[in-house]
Structures are given as C-alpha cells and as structure tokens.
T-cell receptor, first 115, second 112 residues
Framework: GAVVSQHPSRVICKSGTSVKIECRSL??????MFWYRQFPKQSLMLMAT?????????EQGVEKDKFLINHASLTLSTLTVTSAHPEDSSFYIC???????????FGSGTRLTVV | GENVEQHPSTLSVQEGDSAVIKCTYS??????FPWYKQELGKGPQLIID?????GEKKDQRIAVTLNKTAKHFSLHITETQPEDSAVYFC???????????FGTGTSLTVIP
C-alpha cells in the first residue's frame, strides 16, 4: 500500500530558530500533499495544500511566511517553521494524495516543541 | 463549504461489545467517506472507506454504512478489543484526491 514517511518524529528547538519537517511518499507519486496541525485532543486542522511545482495554498489564518511549504518533487514536500515560538509547539502531520486515487495516506506526524 | 459533525466525542465500551460512531455531512457533492484511527502520538491510519455508490462496506470486525439521503455515515466495530482503543475520525471529500473535511474525533476506550 501507499506509504508516507515523515521526519523527524520529534524535534525540540529554541525559540527564534527554524525547523524543517519532511514528508516523503515512498512508493507512489504524490501530486498533492497536505499539511495539518493538531492540538491535543482536537481534530486535524488543515494548514495548507501543496501541489508539485506550484505555490502552496494556505488556509485562512495560516501565516505563509511563517510556515514555508515546498513541494519540489512528486515525492517530497517540506514544511519549515520559521522563527519558531512556543505557541508553534504542536503536532504536525502531512498527508499525500496520489495520482491513482489512493486517497489520503498520512505520515506519522512530528511533535514540535519550542522552548 | 463542507461541515462534518461527529458523535459521540468519547465512547467507552466493554471488551466484546460493539461500538458505533456517527457522522453527518452537509455537502451533497461529497462522495468519498474514509474513517481513520489515530493512536497516541501517531498519524491517522485509514481503516475503512466508502464511496457514495455503495451503502455498506465491511472488513472483518469493522463496517461502515452510508445514507446519502440523510447525509450521514457510521462506523461499526464489533467484538471490540482493547487494541481498538484510539481516536477515530470520520472525513468527507469530493473524490479521493481533494481536500478532506474531518469530524472532531471520537475517543474510544475498550475496557478489558
């Protein structure tokens, strides 16, 4: 089946630094990838949709200059949290939709803690 | 846009009993309805899905039913086991590659 690999699984960074999270589709080409943020005991909140080779589409209220998304290839999308602050601490999850209609496959998530 | 509501938010059942989680959606154009299981600290995993041209789908102890007229779909887990304990999310979308709209989640606890 379709596999999405997300790294790192956990990261702790200092306030003001930047963190990059990678999302890779291992056995299929992902034309579209989605980035979610999840707060404890809450549902997934869509942050942005990235399409290979074009700019990401951000949901209302999500700062595109803070959450930089790059989808440079059909198997890799990255989310960079720039100038991270403690309020950016959260669980970030990516998912990918393949060309063959697999539907969504989710990565394992990244727990970001900003200290 | 689409609005997906999910109930209950928490559910506790005895091991061996059945569990039912219900979702409603608002956009009649939605035609794909997956269910995801999320364990603590992990990403959601697809457990079953149903398309609008089907009324029911079953996979071992898990089944999903869809009522297009009423715009609701349900997840049924029979013979529950402690390892079924997790948070379950329903979702709706128009086709499989487009944006998903998630329900608010149900925390299921199976008591041994």
């Amino acid at each position: 089946g379709a596999v999405v690999s997300q790294h790192p699984s956990r990261v702790i960074c200092k306030s003001g630094t930047s963190v990059k999270i990678e999302c890779r589709s291992l056995d299929f080409q992902a034309t579209t990838m989605f980035w979610y943020r999840q707060f404890p005991k809450q549902s997934l909140m869509l942050m942005a949709t990235s399409n290979e080779g074009s700019k990401a589409t951000y949901e209302q209220g999500v700062e595109k200059d803070k959450f930089l998304i790059n989808h440079a290839s059909l198997t890799l999308s990255t989310l960079t949290v720039t100038s991270a602050h403690p309020e950016d601490s959260s669980f970030y999850i990516c998912s990918a939709a393949g060309q063959a209609g697999y539907g969504y496959t989710f990565g394992s998530g990244t727990r970001l803690t900003v200290v | 846009g689409e609005n997906v509501e999910q109930h209950p938010s928490t559910l506790s059942v005895q091991e061996g009993d059945s569990a039912v989680i219900k979702c409603t959606y608002s956009d009649s154009a939605s035609n794909y309805f997956p269910w995801y299981k999320q364990e603590l600290g992990k990403g959601p995993q697809l457990i079953i899905d149903i398309r609008s041209n089907v009324g029911e789908k079953k996979d071992q102890r898990i089944a999903v039913t869809l009522n297009k007229t009423a715009k609701h779909f349900s997840l049924h887990i029979t013979e529950t086991q402690p390892e079924d304990s997790a948070v379950y999310f329903c979702a709706a979308s128009i086709n499989t590659g487009n944006q998903f709209y998630f329900g608010t989640g149900t925390s299921l606890t199976v008591i041994p």
